[in-house]
């Protein structure tokens, strides 16, 4: 379905057993009735995009320009919120699968801001820094980045940690009297234990996502004389 025109709506519930894909250039998509049900679903060139399905559902790849809200399980259940593609979603990304449903968001995605109200067990991926919005999951949380991990209005409570490093040094004598000095070091610097708190005050544990600040993983040096 595409509109060049105005937002895409629903007067009734809509059900589409293969892939559904709406399109509104420059405008929101609002799917918001809890009897929906879709199997897949794609956005193209919306701004603000919320949808909401009675079970699981899978999302195809697309971009977004403002908000995106998706909501499954929406009269109970146990589905999964997945991804087909890379999602980008430039304003706020905010997902609920019930406290039984699991959110699995592992393709090459590009959110600004996450948070995910309801679910299991939540599995992210991004291709940049994240932010984490409030979020409240009932199982483990899994959080994969090439850049920082931040908390947006969450409290942070930091465990254990642990570093390893290694550093490699050189000195090369070259003609004419001149000396290269090169050196490379590394640091694994990781927390054993890194505890969000959500929006009901139970710890979530993301040692495995949480990066160090100011810390470099790779360090470099040269010079000469």
């Keep these: 379905m595409s509109s060049s025109g105005g937002n895409i709506t629903q007067g009734g519930v809509v059900a589409v057993t293969g892939n559904a894909t709406f399109v509104a250039n420059g405008f929101d998509i609002t799917l918001a009735d809890p009897a929906n049900d879709f199997s897949s679903v794609g956005f193209g060139g919306a701004d603000d995009v919320a949808i909401t399905d ?14 995106l809200a998706v909501t499954a399980n929406a009269t109970g259940g146990t589905g ?73 209005g969450a409290v942070v409570v930091a465990g254990k940690a642990t570093f390893t490093g290694a550093e490699l040094e050189g000195t090369a004598i070259l003609g004419g009297g001149f000396q290269l000095n090169a050196s490379v070091g590394f640091v694994d610097a990781h927390y054993k234990e890194y505890n969000f708190l959500d929006a009901a005050g139970q710890p979530l544990n993301i040692a495995g996502a949480a990066r160090f600040p100011m810390v470099s993983k790779w360090t470099y040096n040269i010079g000469g004389k």
């Design 80 to 152: 999964t919120i997945t991804d087909n593609g890379p999602l980008v979603v430039a304003g706020d990304a905010v997902f609920a699968a019930g406290t039984t449903g699991d959110v699995t968001l592992d393709a090459a995605n590009n959110f600004n801001t996450l948070g995910v109200t309801s679910a299991r067990n939540v599995v992210v991926n991004d291709i940049n820094a994240l932010a984490l919005s409030n979020s409240t999951i009932s199982g483990t949380l899994d959080v994969t980045t090439s850049g920082d991990i931040s908390g947006l």
């Design 54 to 67: 009675t079970s699981g559902i899978s999302l195809n790849a697309g971009s977004i320009t403002g908000n």
